[in-house]
């Protein structure tokens, strides 16, 4: 989360399906540095500073309300404030959590590059989940996969469904035996191997799959 971007969906779902959430407030300093450029003209240094400073205590006393929004739903929640470099820091706290996934409300591509599974909240129910399967060719990784929708469908009481283009009898055996197929690609989410920019347009809510898939604690 940023000054800008509270995530409330992202909050909510993760209340339902995370056994623990941290929640990671960045102070972009790109947006203060922006701030104080554009009030050099008429402020002096010193008023600048002081500036700077209030931004980032409002900044600690709304990330505050939100952790206590967090707590409400009843689940463990750690939060973590930092000041600096939105994506240098995402980055390091990735490594750092050891993050099973990471749940944001809008799509940042940057985060693709972490290799962790990214949940792209876009609100409302979801009863019916839609695996777009593209290849088999990395048997052990799509099995892992499946695992982990597996788990989270389960937690949100949805549906678990493949699609795949693919026509090859012995490929729609193997997905056969890990789910029910459906011939259209429609659900309340959409999960992906891989990003797809024509996928990630359409819908609300969706996840991409990076190289490293954890299983959600049981």
């Known amino acids: 989360m940023t000054q800008e971007k509270k995530c409330e969906n992202s909050i909510k779902r993760a209340s339902k399906i995370c056994d623990e959430i941290s929640l990671l ?20 240094s010193e008023t600048l500073a002081s500036l700077e400073k209030a931004l980032i205590e409002s900044q600690k006393k709304e990330a505050q309300v939100i952790e206590k929004e967090a707590k409400s739903y ?23 959590l050891r993050a099973d996934m990471i749940m944001l409300d809008d799509m940042e591509r940057a985060m693709l590059s972490f290799g962790i599974p990214l949940w792209v909240d876009g609100g409302g129910e979801i009863s019916k989940i839609v695996f777009y399967v593209r290849s ?3 048997i052990g ?34 997905l056969r035996s ?16 891989g990003f797809q920019r024509k996928i990630a347009r359409k819908w609300k809510n969706i996840m991409v799959f990076g190289d490293k898939i954890p299983l959600l604690p049981r």
Request: hydrophobic share 35%.
């Open 141 to 174: 990784t799509l099995r892992r996969q499946m695992e982990f929708l597996r788990e989270i469908s389960d937690r949100l009481g949805a549906e678990l469904y493949i699609y795949t283009e693919i026509r090859e009898d012995g490929v729609l055996r193997t």
């Open 25 to 44: 407030y960045i102070v972009d300093t790109e947006i203060i540095e922006k701030m104080k450029r554009e009030s050099s003209y008429v402020l002096n």
């Open 178 to 193: 890990m789910s029910e197929l459906t011939k259209k690609l429609e659900g309340d989410a959409i999960a992906m191997q």
């Open 74 to 96: 009843g689940k463990p929640v750690r939060i973590h404030f930092e000041v600096g470099n939105r994506h240098e820091i995402l980055e390091r706290y990735a490594v750092k």
């Open 136 to 138: 088999v060719r990395k």
